[in-house]
């Protein structure tokens, strides 16, 4: 259920306040993503004008002008270039946050009926049994002692 809508799973496993948390990761980790994506086509457009690269009909932002007088060719390529690498690890890390949220439903909903009661003991008995003896004419039981161990799940 999770794979389909993130947190539904949890709701669905009785452990409905993980979704909130699911859903700030998603949505705090999807703006850093979003805001270097963001950063990263205002520095690629300044390089480009920077450069002399930019399409015709392309009408470049303020900023883009802005960033392509103050700074040179190589720093906005650098700038560029980090933007993008972050913004490539962002998205990473938010399918890693997704799949987490996935692998948190499945081991949950696994474990809902599991017996954790205190049931769960290990006792150990004094036992008395006899046992048939068939060379013996006289008395067919011979008695037996020894200890019981009794585990109960």
């Known amino acids: 259920m999770s794979a389909c809508l993130p947190g539904l799973g949890q709701i669905y496993n009785g452990k409905?306040?993980?979704?909130?948390?699911?859903y700030a990761g998603l949505g705090g980790i999807g703006y850093l993503?979003?805001?270097?994506?963001?950063?990263?086509?205002?520095?690629?457009?300044?390089?480009?004008?920077?450069?002399?690269?930019?399409?015709?009909?392309?009408v470049p932002s303020e900023q883009a002008l802005i960033l392509?007088?103050?700074?040179?060719?190589?720093?906005?390529?650098?700038?560029k270039e980090?933007?993008?690498r972050n913004f490539e690890l962002y998205c990473i890390i938010l399918a890693?946050?997704?799949?987490?949220?996935?692998?948190d439903a499945i081991v949950d909903g696994h474990l809902y009926t599991y017996d954790i009661s205190d049931d769960l003991s290990l006792n150990i008995d004094p036992a008395f049994n006899t046992i048939d003896s068939p060379g013996l004419c006289f008395h067919n039981?011979?008695?037996?002692?020894?200890?019981?161990?009794?585990?109960?799940?």
């Open 68 to 79: 392509s007088e103050h700074y040179l060719d190589s720093q906005l390529q650098s700038y």
């Open 96 to 103: 890693a946050w997704y799949g987490l949220n996935i692998v």
């Open 33 to 58: 993503a979003y805001d270097n994506y963001k950063d990263y086509r205002l520095y690629l457009t300044a390089y480009k004008i920077k450069t002399g690269d930019l399409e015709e009909g392309v």
């Open 16 to 22: 409905w306040w993980k979704t909130p948390i699911i």
């Open 82 to 84: 980090s933007f993008r």
């Open 141 to 153: 039981k011979i008695p037996q002692t020894g200890l019981t161990l009794t585990l109960n799940f």
